[in-house]
């Protein structure tokens, strides 16, 4: 399994909101999550194109992160921009949301996965 407990409690003693690894329900803990689980599946779509159920699960997951940031952007802006810097020092990808890439195909509008990983 590619996201086995160890892994989970390194995620959540990282990013989490007390730094501790049993904080589990904070917005900046799953958000990291999320962000982890999304490049694995982003790596799974890039060698499987034709994988349209992980590629809806994928989209689904940005979703949810996405309401998570908007959530923090609403609630508080510092933590908000704690985690983007977080994030944005762990990879080098398009956190603005309205320059993010997209194209048209036959069965409606899709996202790319790269440009929208934290």
Known sequence: ????????????????????????????????????????LTEHVKQHRKDFVTTRSLTQLVGKRRALLDYLYRIDIERYRAIIKLSASASKTCLDRNKVPTAIWPWGLFVWPDAILL
């Open 1 to 40: 399994m590619y996201l086995s407990k160890e892994k989970k409690t390194e995620i959540f003693s990282q990013y989490g909101k007390e730094q501790s690894t049993t904080d589990t329900g904070s917005a900046e803990s799953q958000i990291a999550l999320f962000t982890y689980r999304i490049k694995h």
